[in-house]
């Protein structure tokens, strides 16, 4: 993929994160929701390639500029392309205010991101490049924190694992404590957990739990450029979840899908902080504009990019 693609993309993401960032803290998900898509959707159109969603967002809430699996977005010109995208990752959080809420596109060569069901679960472990062939989430968290804790030349009670705050890991929570790590629970947004790993200055070393499956595969995308280990095993809920995933060409679903698995090949990844937190900064607006922090990355290159844009509304559309 032409690098310079990379640079366009972010201003997708940018974009959404300006329509959705208007509405944070007014208890309106759908609103937030419809608005980052609708600001995706008219800026992908502007992007040279020819790109099929294989993750998507949509559906009822905004049926008329959705970005649905199958979907071909871009110019029409350029390369075949393949994208995961969530406009709005983490949309309760921005309703509510909170932190860590993003606007996030993985991009990849055809055939290459897989392509798992909406609305499926994916168990998951994240770390940073400490733990790349390490962790084992067929183990145990104690064991996992232990090796973490070797390869990184320190105590586990020195650890801190981000898992989301959900009933179903209360067994997963009191493991992580007996082990004696540190923990830190978060609402929503566990593509911003699994990148965090990677940060030295977020203070997260590891991440656990289940959440969605197409979450997994956009952060094993970040992580993949950001040298990180990631594993997932999907988890269906019922047959028909089973026969989705079938019709995908996912037939083992008790498999282990490793970083690779979930996002191989050459992978960039965009990002758009819209509230801000331990990864990027939310969007602030100004009298003329707006400001955004984004982050794009190559796994090509492993390059990082911190972009802060400053967006001056009487030269361009509103968002």
Not at 42 to 50: A, P, Q, T
Not at 90 to 108: E, F, H, P, R
Not at 158 to 168: S, Y
Not at 229 to 257: H, M, R, S, T, W
Request: aromatic share 4%; with cysteine; glycine share 12%.
């Amino acid at each position: 993929m032409n690098r310079n693609l990379a640079l366009e993309f972010v201003r997708v993401t940018e974009m959404a994160a300006i329509a959705s960032a208007r509405f944070m803290g007014r208890g309106d998900e759908e609103g937030a929701f419809a608005a980052s898509i609708e600001a995706m959707r008219c800026m992908l159109d502007s992007v040279e390639c020819k790109a099929t969603v294989v993750i998507g967002a949509g559906g009822d809430i905004a049926e008329s500029s959705s970005l649905k699996v199958g979907e071909t977005v871009g110019s029409g010109r350029g390369p075949q392309l393949e994208i995961a995208l969530d406009p709005l990752e983490g949309v309760a959080v921005c309703a509510m205010g909170g932190q860590n809420s993003l606007s996030v596109m993985a991009i990849a060569d055809e055939g290459n991101l897989l392509p798992v069901p909406s609305g499926m679960y994916m168990e998951k472990v994240g770390t940073g490049p400490e733990g790349r062939g390490v962790i084992d989430i067929l183990e145990t968290p104690k064991e996992n924190l232990q090796r973490l804790a070797e390869v990184k030349g320190c105590r586990v009670s020195d650890l801190t694992a981000v898992i989301l705050d959900r009933e179903r890991h209360l067994e997963l929570i009191d493991d992580v404590r007996a082990a004696g790590a540190r923990i830190q629970l978060i609402r929503d947004g566990d593509v911003a957990g699994a990148i965090s790993t990677c940060l030295s200055e977020s203070g997260i070393d590891i991440l656990f739990g289940i959440g969605g499956a197409t979450e997994g595969v956009v952060a094993a995308a970040a992580l993949r450029c950001m040298g990180g280990g990631f594993q997932g095993i999907l988890k269906p809920e019922n047959d028909a979840q089973v026969q989705l995933a079938k019709k995908k060409g996912i037939f083992e679903l008790n498999k282990v899908f490793d970083i690779e698995e979930l996002a191989s090949g050459d992978v960039m990844f965009c990002s758009t902080g819209v509230t801000g937190g331990s990864f990027l900064e939310g969007v602030k607006f100004k009298s003329w504009g707006a400001v955004t922090h984004s982050k794009v990355m190559r796994s090509q290159s492993g390059t990082v990019r911190d972009i802060k844009a400053e967006h001056h509304f009487d030269r361009k559309p509103r968002y």
